[in-house]
């Protein structure tokens, strides 16, 4: 329950900020059901929310209130387009659900908040931003 109060107090933040949920759905190996809940609840408090589906790719980019997400096997994923984008549309913070176990380009510059929601009990060192375990 306590990553549930986290990440609650982190969305209820960003209340008035242009905001953007990601998801990597590079595996079908992922807890949907917490995936799942997650969106509930930033639908629940932040209905303006931005929903990603990237893998290596961009797959879909459509309002949080949007719920049916694919997700694919073949484990490959980049962060870069997802973070590229973000620059682009001046999004405040973005939340990433993911392994972070994909690919960074060396020289990417984020100059937004990034928060790493990670549905594993091990978390990997990320190159910038914040990790939040949510398994």
Sequence with gaps: ???QKS???MIQKQADKN???????STNE???KLINSIITLFKEVNPDTTLVQSDFKIRDISSIQKTKIQFFTHGKSSYTEVLEWGKEEKIDTLFYITDVTGYFYEDLQVDYEVIWLVPNDFIPKVPFGKTLKIA
């Design 1 to 3: 329950m306590r990553w």
């Design 7 to 9: 990440l609650l107090s």
């Design 19 to 25: 905001i953007a949920l990601a998801i990597d759905t």
């Design 30 to 32: 992922t807890n949907q």
